[in-house]
């Protein structure tokens, strides 16, 4: 038997943000980043719609894009102190991820971030606390799925958490906080989306529920992302790219993913490539590496009327001014001999991502070695 988990309510749309004064509880805990959501008047109006709801809230803020361990300890920290009833993380897919683990430290405060890696081992919540997701990006769908992805510092590591019990009770889908995302996050998290959609679309647990939900969110993504990149304003288009993000969230996170994810995992912790830049740069070369063990990518191409999913993704990325090597990225510089260094290791590690299990074919460590090496160097 198969099962396939949602949030319990999806609220989107124009004005969804009101949802929060539609709940019941005493106490809310809000999570999130930096200072945008708040300069942009969005916590003032999740703080406003709480209080219609009679809810008496306090903020954490300052979660990093690659949340720590520390953070989240942090966190859980002043959940224990507070004891809210409501944990409502809002802003990119690392406050979200962040207030998942700090949610599950504050109902089990015994518990450390290896007691929680193997898939599975987490303990139930919803003890102490239910959680509302609210995503200022299209992209992560940490909104609706039942992953979080945390930073161990120390040995530059990112570990993906997969649970059931960290699915949202709530998630709200509001156009009007993507639309203030600047250009380039725009393009990086639009590519989040597409790598989670035609990942989840070839994945081995890809079935007849998820498969629809993963093509919808592909055409979205490419029939809306570049607009949005040249016209952040155009609210259509951000209506569009925030429900794909939600939509390919729906099937990965009941699906899985694959090697895009568990290089950029490894290659982020490394050396600090933002994930969604990370996925646009590997997917052309880990779609030409799948095409060898599915068909499932004929399938999207006929749906969309495309010749070559590899060669449509470059031509987005090129519009979106996505670089095809790692080693011409402008946001960090990874010489040859540093990538070279850790190059070993790194493959082994994205080898044994819990991502790599849905991948369709036999992935080895030589092969994920020999993607790097590609993708770093720009061998199409």
């Known amino acids: 038997m198969k099962n396939f988990k949602i949030p319990n309510n999806i609220a989107f749309g124009d004005g ?13 805990v809000i999570v999130t980043g930096g200072s945008s959501m708040k300069r942009f008047g969005f916590i003032d109006q999740v703080q406003a719609m709480l209080s219609k709801a009679d809810i008496e809230s306090c903020v954490f ?28 993380a809002i802003g990119g897919g690392s406050a979200l ?12 405060p015994t518990l450390t971030l290896a007691d ?37 510092l120390k040995e530059h590591v990112k570990y993906p958490i997969v649970s059931e019990h960290i699915v949202p009770d709530i998630a ?12 380039h996050i725009t393009a990086n998290t639009g590519m989040d989306v597409m790598a989670h959609a035609l990942e989840a679309f070839v994945s081995i647990a890809a079935n007849d529920y998820s498969d629809p939900l ?13 607009t949005v990149y040249e016209n952040g304003e155009d609210m259509v288009g951000r209506d569009n790219m925030h429900n794909a993000s939600t939509l390919a969230g729906m099937a990965f996170s009941n699906v899985s993913l694959g090697l895009v994810h568990s290089l950029a995992h490894k290659i982020g912790g490394e050396f600090g490539v933002t994930h969604g830049l990370a996925n646009a740069i590997l997917l052309p070369y880990i779609v ?42 402008d946001e960090v510089t990874i010489t040859e001999e540093a990538f070279l260094a850790v190059l070993d290791r790194m493959s082994d590690n994205a080898f044994n991502d819990p991502c790599t299990l849905t991948n369709p074919g036999t992935p080895s460590p030589e092969s994920v070695k020999a993607i790097y090496t590609q993708a770093y160097y720009g061998q199409l």
């Open 16 to 28: 969804a943000l009101e949802e929060l004064a539609n709940i019941q509880g005493r106490r809310a």
């Open 61 to 88: 803020d300052g979660v990093e894009p690659n949340p720590s361990v520390e953070t989240v300890e942090k966190g859980a920290k002043l959940m224990q102190e507070f004891e809210p009833d409501w944990i409502v």
């Open 97 to 108: 991820d962040a207030a998942k683990i700090m949610w599950c430290f504050y109902e089990h």
């Open 116 to 152: 929680i890696l193997p898939v599975g081992a987490m303990p139930a919540l919803r003890n102490k606390a239910k959680f509302i997701a609210i995503p200022s990006t299209s992209g992560t769908a940490s909104e609706i799925t039942a992953f979080s992805v945390i930073t161990d």
């Open 172 to 183: 709200i889908v509001d156009p009007a906080l993507p639309a203030k995302m600047p250009a």
């Open 214 to 226: 993963a093509m919808r969110a592909t055409k979205l993504v490419f029939e809306n992302l570049a």
């Open 288 to 329: 030409k590496y799948n095409k060898q063990f599915t068909d499932k990518y004929a399938e999207i191409e006929q749906y969309l009327g495309i010749a070559s999913v590899e060669d449509a993704i470059l031509t987005l990325n090129h519009q979106l001014n996505i670089p095809v090597a790692f080693k011409d990225i």
